[in-house]
DNA sequence: GCGATCAGCT
DNA sequence: CACAGCTGATCGC
């Protein structure tokens, strides 16, 4: 969850993705997407007031973003005030103070995010640099690469801040299966199910967000039907999205929702009710969305988990993992970077010292790793990057310092590192205290601002940050060793994670094929099988190790509680093979490649633009820039296609 | 009665 | 497997 204050030091004039507080003074809002912790106070009644007596005060968003948005009638009152706007068409904005009619101008450029419907980054160009808030977004490796407006003729925009969809910024969730992989199981299941006979149905158990669309889509164009849903109101305007759903339950895909769906499903039941209109009851399979990640050290190997005798977990992600950020903040080499989200069980300090190493000057950072501890205390309070009069308080409770001010912290468990840990670490208390006291000059400047609730939430984060201990700050390091032996070695591929299948028929020669074309983006997802195929399934309690044949064999001794669970639906014998699905798959690809995609691309926004002159990198052009940024070596790149250092 | 916040649940 | 949001209890205005 985003804990973004809503305001950008180097803009503060604008307010993103938050409505209330100090945003309520704002001249000119942006909504990323539609998710609800991201439009904290976008229907209060203070700024409903303010907006009725602004002339200039607009919400800029996609148009998708606005569609859905409008669909629900407790942000209606917006209508008048949104301005939606084209992807990656830079648009000029007036930031007009309509007290004083001072004016500031800003180009701003929304980018597709890959989230979910209509979620956008905003890239902003203006007299405080180039800057870019990216909201949530999920980018596979390499993506950034074919951003055009990231880039300026062949070269990489010299962008000074990004704000940071961290939420997958931890070694933990190291990396994710891409999207098409995942969608390439859930297919797999499905099929597998609805295949045996007409009562075989599946439920999509999906949350109440924007974002599942993607899966809706996909299944429905591969099984050629549509899925049950609850409304297609917010979908009306969206027709290559509307024409995958339904809220005709005679379908063998759902994914309705009811308050007590998991208790209508335990008794053989969907959400909606739903019954086979001859009195046969409905065979049902759950497939829950989920977020798997396969840590560098772990290895697992499947995207569907069987959680039960009818129930699944499939591998899902709205968010870039841990490699996808690094490959992201590597491309881009940013000044600062401000952590939009803390994942669980970490703190502020721990994750802006592991975004500290993607910041564009690690290089000269780097020059004074070996130096004394002792002397390296006083480079930190003289670091010439910290400008404690210019700390805004930018994220709810949190002091977020840029990331380059807290380099120093690096330096210290680097050098506590090559003191090859004689010496105990530095506790980070004492050599930066989090301390807010210069930090509420914002808050201060507005009225409406709670001051009492900020200090107290401050404190509280305060707290949080001095309990990193001794043994924190050496878990810390150890994590810096990993990154670095990452680099050093060979980094963990893709391939690493996953067995690899060989397959018989022509799945593989066509994978072969699409894998060597990858360096344009697919207009659609790929369906990428064959030589990188993992298991697709797994039972909960399988062995790591159990990846040696893609047949499944699943043991009723896993029923559970249930009634519909005691009775396996999954015979014991059943067998999932990649294979036997090929011909339709071929078919999908020709089809899809032959497509015109830009009404698909208006609300899905998971397509990627091409960029003539940049390429997609090739792994061990990843893996030599990741050991270099690992090793603080100067990056030079190849063939121009990024800027200089 | 409304909004904010939090625990609990998925 | 940890995202996003619902429901209900509680509190303050």
Known sequence: MSSFAGRMKEYPTISLDRFDREN???????????????????????????????????????????????????????????????LESPTQISLVDEASGEKEEIVVTLLPAGHCPGSVMFLFEGSQGNVLYTGDFRFAAGDVSRMEHLHSGSRVKDIQTIYLDSTFYDPRFYQIPTREFCLDGISELVRNWISQSAYHVVWLNCKAAYGYE???????????????????????????????????????????????????????????????????????????????????????????????????????????????????????????????????????????????????????????????????????????????????????GLDIAPVRKKMALNQEIKNVKALQETAPPVPVEESFPLTVTDTQSVSRNYADCTESNDEEEEEEEEEEDKKLSQDEVEMMIKEAENIEVAGSSNPPKWEDFFTTETLPDSQNSLSSQLQSCCSVPSPSPSKMTGSQTPDLFSEEEETPDNDENFSLTLSASLSNHSSQNQDSYFPDTLILHPGQHGDSRINTQEKESNEELSASQASSDFDIPCTPESKMPHPDELSQLYRKLASGEEVVIRKGSQGSM
């Open 214 to 396: 993607y899966l809706f889509t996909n299944l429905g164009e591969e099984f050629n039907t549509q899925i049950h849903v609850k409304s297609l109101e917010m979908f009306k305007k969206m027709p290559e999205i509307l024409s995958y759903v339904t809220t005709d339950r005679r379908t063998q895909i759902h994914a309705c929702r009811h308050p007590k769906a998991e208790e209508f499903f335990q008794g053989s039941r969907l959400p909606c009710g739903c019954t086979a209109s001859d009195g046969t009851p409905l065979r049902i399979i759950s497939i829950k969305p989920s977020t798997m990640w396969f840590g560098e050290r772990t290895r697992k190997t499947n995207v569907i988990i069987k959680t039960g005798a009818s129930s699944f977990r499939a591998c899902f992600s709205f968010h870039s993992s841990y490699l996808e950020l690094k490959d992201f903040l590597s491309y881009l080499q940013p000044f600062n970077i401000y952590p939009s989200v803390i994942p669980l069980g970490r703190t502020l300090t721990e994750v802006t010292q592991m975004l500290m190493l993607m910041c564009r000057n690690q290089t000269d950072q780097a020059a004074t790793v070996y130096k004394p501890l002792g002397a390296l205390k006083r480079c930190i309070v003289k670091q010439p990057t910290y400008d404690s009069d210019s700390d805004e308080k930018l994220f709810d």
């Open 24 to 86: 309520l003074h704002a001249r000119a809002y942006f909504l990323s997407h539609c998710h609800k912790d991201h439009m904290k106070g976008l229907k209060g009644p203070i700024l409903r007031r303010k907006l009725q007596f602004s002339r200039t005060v607009r919400l800029y968003c996609s148009f998708v973003t606005k569609e859905l948005l409008l669909n629900n009638p407790k942000y209606a009152f917006w209508e008048e005030y949104i301005v939606a706007l084209e």
